[in-house]
């Protein structure tokens, strides 16, 4: 026991997972029934309530607890008294949701944790119900894991959401359409039959693709040797300065090797000259978003990289923009050597009809 919790469903659970698929799915043999929901931008969440104890438990499976102490109070006032709920954190923002200001949340200080909640407070968004009570619904299919949580969120009001759901393709179809302007990030279809299979790929999600022209002007070592590990791309504002804005990194070890080969008469000695040279130093990063800034979600991870001139272009993949950055990873398409690297700015990307996040909530 965590505590003196003693829940039917105890702490770490590893949330079922959902496989990339290509448009809306339709119900099939295979996979029977189908409701859709929108794909919320957060952390992903499962909430352990026993009376007074509440424990947040995240993807990795690490506790959330003390990051949000305004979620533990939600849960205390919201939810049912003896639960375990699967959902998502979220920060609602002007423009929707922000993920920059909930990955600002994973801090060490407890005094900063506590002004973050006061400042930017988040919401919970329910979609699944993994225990209520002394009953384990984990083995019980989802159509009656979702008809006991809407129950028990009959009452629910910010910041707790239960979350939309719908089991008309076409009304998905809008949703993946018009709710990326209020910061979602696709679909989710989920079996209306499948139990909670823990750490499993069974749901579906589709997700936004886009693509767009970068500038390569950096990369990283693959961790397992000298093979490339990830492109490091850019884009121009309209001042002409270079902003890092993610990365490209889904290759295979042989592909990596070749990468090497193909760098080579681009690598420089010249830091100064660099546009991100300063992050090689300790200099202020005054003039631009650059690689190299560490992340508390993953303190030891090596964020050295070695410069590139700022010539060669590539067409990669995205999904979505978080402010002025990709969100997830792009991904390489080809090498663009008929595109001028100053042509690479933030005009060509598309930005989504803007939706109130309120609406998505109804």
Request: proline share 8%; hydrophobic share 40%; aromatic share 8%.
């Amino acid at each position: 026991m965590i505590g003196g919790m003693d829940l039917p469903v105890m702490p770490p659970v590893a949330p079922m997972l959902a496989k990339s698929v290509q448009g809306v799915p339709l119900p099939n043999a295979k996979t029977g029934d189908l409701l859709y929901e929108p794909k919320w931008d957060g952390f992903r969440c499962v909430i352990f309530r026993d009376g007074d104890e509440v424990v947040l438990g995240s993807r990795n499976e690490k506790p959330l607890t003390r990051y949000f102490p305004e979620v533990v109070a939600a849960a205390l006032a919201q939810l049912p008294p003896r639960c375990v709920v699967d959902g998502e954190i979220v920060i609602p923002g002007g423009d929707g949701l922000d993920f920059e200001a909930l990955l600002q949340r994973i801090h060490p200080a407890d005094s900063r944790v506590k002004l973050l909640a006061a400042q930017t407070p988040a919401s919970f968004v329910a979609f699944d119900l993994l225990a209520l009570g002394d009953e384990s619904l984990v083995n019980e299919p989802f159509s009656r894991r979702r008809e006991l949580l809407a129950e028990a969120l009959a009452a629910a009001k910010a910041p707790v959401h239960l979350s939309p759901a719908t089991d008309d393709p076409g009304i998905a179809q809008e949703w993946f359409t018009h709710f990326e302007g209020a910061g979602l990030d696709g679909i989710v279809a989920k079996p209306l039959s499948m139990p909670y299979k823990q750490n499993e790929r069974v749901m579906f999600k589709v997700k936004h693709e886009r693509t767009a022209d970068c500038v390569v002007a950096g990369f990283r070592w693959h961790k397992s040797g000298p093979v490339v590990g990830s492109l490091l791309l850019g884009l121009y504002d309209e001042h002409g300065t270079l902003h890092h804005i993610g990365v490209a990194a889904s290759f295979t070890m042989g592909r990596r090797a070749e990468l090497v080969e193909e760098l080579k008469p681009y690598l420089t000695d010249d830091i100064g000259g660099h546009p991100w040279g300063e992050a090689f130093g300790l200099g202020a990063d005054t003039d631009g978003r650059k690689p190299g800034a560490a992340s508390r979600w993953n303190a030891g991870k090596d964020l050295t990289w070695v410069p590139l001139r700022p010539e060669l272009v590539v067409e990669v993949a995205y999904d979505h923009m978080e402010g002025d950055r990709f969100r997830h990873t792009a991904h390489f398409r080809r090498w663009r050597p008929d595109r001028d690297q100053a042509t690479c700015t933030y005009a060509q990307l598309d930005k989504p009809v803007a939706f109130a996040l309120a609406d998505v909530f109804g």
